[in-house]
């Protein structure tokens, strides 16, 4: 059996949570979600994850500060931004510091199967 | 005199004090007189008495010693009284006239140095004694005794003569105060007396010389009476015209004593001194005043030009000398204003007038001197307070009129020349003043001035000027009416420059407006971002299931409990969006549409009466024409005044950049065909591009740089939530109008359209103003 690349999910929005794990087992992912940065930081999934799907706005730890605690843990995990925020000059600015992605809520699969694609292949 | 007493018997006793008499002063009781009670004067009694006495000397002089006594006697109510008299050889006393008890010894006397009557002219002193022969063994002859003898000298020409005195035989009267003060005057009655006595003396040894020597001079002057008595006649007549004429000048004196006292006070009040100046003697003459003006030391020196030239002020004597000695040259009248210095440093102003008397060979000169030191002062505070007045009034950019609105005479400040940009030299008229006032202000001008033509008030307005140079004034006026003491009427006012201060709160105003539109637009966009927050959030969450389901029903096999699970899941996320609408709503959403009857006038005019300010900051002209009998329509209130508010302020904004012509805004309601009402905006705007009156009303369309393009949309909403029509029209001029109708009996319905309802949002004046 092939072992599925791991992505774990950060992002305070249930319906994130629980839609897309089953999304990505179909897109032949293995998925963790969690609910808060911290929360991913303080778990065993960090050295195991190939992708991060990061929410950027999240009450506590926001994603650009949990991307900017990897660095400092020199953890280069490949990171898709999703966020509700539809703004166009947030994306640029994201892509510019090193994100994979970012996709704007409400994303098709067709778009979260590509950006997965390009982290996991592409690193 | 005659020595009418016996020498003989009194030569035993010329020498007769004797040893062991008692001393002068144990028979005096002079210092008791003053304090005895007395009887309270009769002047009546001594009146008669001394009319009687006069009367006796005119009469019989040859009696009137013995009148004397008898009058004493009487009036004194003494037992005896008299007179003695000093001989001529001044060595003895002689009992001249007696009355009373002592009547008998009439004739007799006491030497010099040996009686009472000595004592009193020695000390020549009124003297009260009792019991004098204790000291004077003479008078023991003298009976009865006098238990009180109370003595009077008398004078003639300053030297005295004798006693007048009263005597008490026993102690049943006591004299007092009030007989020394009778005794007194009768005293000096006696001097009189005397002289009468004594001329009688003498001319009875001189009769009978004097009437011989008549005889013959009778004899001699008997041819010669005739002439004498035409003579005395004469002589009488020119007395009697010397008194005549003498009378006359003492009049005269008086009146010209009389006319100098009244020049003299008329100099001092009006503080005018007067002068004469004889030129060829260089005598002169001050008035009274004259010298007071000089300096009080001026008045105790005497008169003199050279003083005068050298009060003058050092800095005007010179100019003073010199037209002094120029009209003096000339013979002419002179009139000069200059200063004096006083001693002492006090300046003194004075205005001087000279006039010539050419008279030879003297040439001589009047004038006066006004002392105009207080008018001066007057003027001087006057000219300071002038001064300090239009110092103020350019500080505080004030100006001030008066204006009689009989005459349409105008009084200006310096100040107000300066603010309306006029001649000084030209005067101001109501013309002059009407072609400065601002165009578009003339009519509120006209009619405040035909407001004050009407009557007396007050009232406080503000108005524009238009400058030569294009420029505007703002003033704030504050007019005041008076009536003169002749009842004519006449208005004061004051007229500041407000200009800059109206340029401020112009633009504070438009910095205001424009930060609250910049805070409403940026809040409006973090409202709109955290709306699509909300929604996005189930909306990922439907698309991910969506895709999920769909992904695990293509799989073979497909895996029919995912899809349910996921299709569940999508659902559910479903009415996690629709619950965030609601909240949004519930968050957002306007109370309940109310229906009530509406007055579409009344509202129209509570909505001018709030954006009253706002149109006036724009300057906006406002003008309403609201139609009579208008149909009562049914509706909200509050949605119908945003719509009105909305349409005023879209008015007001496309006229913000229109100078070239009136910012003129009318607001009309007319009862329309259709039964209902109609109310329309007119403005002179900017006007309607013919291809933007189609996309007028949609939302988000805006010709405004800050609009959003939601007002007109929102309030088409509304309208047609009343059931009525919202349309807009170019005028045939500039500008456009937006009307909208309503039906008399729309029913305000509300429909709970979700699009009107957000559409409809909250607070009307704020959000409408920034969309």
Redesign the interface.
């Known amino acids: 059996m092939v072992v599925r690349p791991l992505v774990s999910i950060v992002d305070d ?1 249930e ?2 949570r ?3 794990p ?2 990505l087992a ?1 897109l032949g992912y293995a998925a963790e979600t969690f609910a808060s940065a911290e929360e991913f930081l303080a778990s065993d999934c960090i050295d195991r994850t190939r992708c991060l799907i990061l929410d950027m ?1 999240m009450p506590g730890m926001s994603g650009p500060d949990l991307q900017r605690e990897l660095t400092r843990r020199r953890r280069a995990i490949p990171i898709v931004y ?1 966020t ?4 166009d000059m947030v994306r640029p600015h994201l892509l510019a510091r090193g994100a994979t992605e970012c996709l ?6 067709t778009a979260l199967r590509d950006a997965l694609s390009s982290a996991c292949l592409g690193r | 005199m005659t020595d009418a007493v016996s020498m003989d018997t009194d030569a035993r006793l010329e020498t007769a004090i004797p040893n062991g008499a008692a001393s002068l002063e144990s028979i005096l009781r002079t210092d008791e007189l003053l304090d005895r009670p007395s009887r309270p004067p009769d002047y009546a009694k001594e009146n008669s008495a001394l009319v009687a006495l006069v009367g006796a000397l005119a009469d019989h002089p040859a009696t009137i010693l013995q009148t004397l006594a008898d009058k004493v006697l009487d009036v004194l109510q003494a037992d005896s009284a008299g007179l003695s008299l000093l001989t001529r050889d001044g060595n003895r006393f002689y009992w001249a006239a007696i009355a009373g008890a002592w009547g008998p010894h009439i004739g007799g006397g006491t030497p010099r140095n040996f009686g009472p009557c000595g004592d009193v002219l020695d000390r020549n002193v009124p003297m009260l004694f009792t019991h004098w022969e204790r000291r004077y063994p003479y008078l023991g002859t003298a009976l009865p005794l006098a238990e009180e003898g109370l003595l009077v000298p008398f004078f003639v020409s300053g030297k005295s003569v004798g006693t007048i005195w009263a005597i008490a035989h026993n102690s049943r009267r006591k004299f007092d105060r009030e007989d020394l003060r009778l005794l007194e005057s009768m005293g000096r009655f006696a001097s009189a007396a005397y002289q009468t006595v004594d001329s009688i003396e003498d001319l009875k040894s001189q009769i009978t010389a004097r009437e011989r020597a008549e005889t013959e001079l009778r004899k001699l002057t008997d041819g010669l009476e005739g002439q004498v008595l035409l003579r005395t006649e004469e002589l009488g007549r020119r007395n009697s015209e010397l008194s005549e004429a003498r009378a006359r000048l003492a009049e005269e004196k008086f009146w010209l004593q009389r006319s100098e006292a009244f020049l003299s006070e008329a100099q001092r009040l009006s503080h005018t001194g007067s002068w004469h100046l004889n030129l060829r003697t260089g005598k002169v003459a001050w008035s009274q005043e004259l010298a007071a003006i000089l300096g009080p030391d001026a008045e105790q020196t005497k008169d003199s030009d050279p003083l005068f030239l050298q009060r003058i002020h050092p800095e005007d004597r010179a100019t003073v000398a010199q037209a002094r000695a120029a009209a003096f040259s000339e013979k002419k009248d002179f009139e000069l204003e200059y200063r004096l210095l006083l001693p002492g440093g006090a300046i003194k102003h004075v205005h001087a007038v000279g006039h010539c008397l050419a008279s030879e060979p003297d040439t001589e000169y009047i004038g006066a001197v006004l002392d105009i030191t207080e008018r001066k002062r007057a003027e001087e505070e006057l000219r300071r307070s002038e001064a300090f007045l239009a110092q103020a009034q350019r500080l505080s950019r004030t100006g001030s009129f008066s204006w009689r609105v009989a005459t349409d005479e105008i009084t200006w400040s310096e100040q107000l020349y300066r603010i309306f940009e006029f001649d000084p030299q030209v005067p101001v008229t109501l013309a002059s003043i009407r072609a400065r006032v601002h165009p578009e202000d003339l009519h509120l001008v006209d009619h405040i001035v035909s407001w004050a033509r009407g009557g007396i008030g007050d009232c406080e307005y503000e108005h524009r000027l238009q400058m030569p140079d294009g420029g505007v004034k703002y003033l704030h006026l504050r007019v005041h009416g008076v009536r003169d003491e002749q009842d004519r009427l006449e208005y004061i006012g004051a007229v500041q420059d407000v200009t800059q201060r109206r340029l401020s709160e112009q633009a504070l105003d438009k910095a205001q407006t424009e930060l609250a539109h910049m805070a409403r637009v940026s809040s409006l966009g973090v409202l709109t971002a955290s709306i699509a927050h909300e929604v996005n959030q189930p909306l990922a969450g439907i698309i991910n299931n969506a895709n999920t389901c769909m992904r695990m029903l293509a799989a073979s096999p497909a895996n029919i409990e995912g899809a349910r699970e996921t299709a569940r899941r999508t659902i559910r996320d479903a009415n996690r969006a629709s619950d965030v609408v609601t909240r949004l709503r519930t968050l957002f959403g306007k109370k309940d549409v109310s229906a009530e009857p509406v007055d579409l006038n009344e509202i129209a005019q509570e909505v001018i009466a709030l954006s009253l300010a706002q149109m006036q900051r724009n300057r906006v002209v406002l003008r309403t024409e609201l139609g009579d009998g208008l149909p009562r329509i049914t509706g909200d209130r509050v949605q119908l005044q945003q719509v009105i508010l909305n349409l005023l302020l879209n008015a007001s904004d496309a006229m913000s950049g229109i100078d070239d012509r009136p910012r003129t805004l009318v607001v009309r309601t007319v009862a329309d065909t259709g039964g209902g009402a109609q109310l329309s905006v007119q403005d002179a705007g900017v006007g309607l591009e013919p291809q933007a009156l189609g996309r007028l009303f949609e939302a988000f369309y805006t010709t405004k740089a800050g609009g959003m393009g939601i007002g007109l949309s929102v309030s088409r909403s509304i309208i047609e939530r009343h059931h009525g029509r919202l349309w807009a029209t170019p005028n045939d001029g500039p500008g456009a109008t937006f009307s909208f109708s309503l039906p008399c009996t729309a029913e305000a319905a509300a429909d709970g359209s979700p699009a009107f309802r957000i559409a409809a949002v909250t607070d009307a004046e704020h959000v409408m103003r920034s969309l």
């Open positions: 929005d319906s994130v629980e839609s897309l089953d999304l179909e706005a999703i509700a925020y539809g703004d704007f809520k409400p994303f098709s699969d």
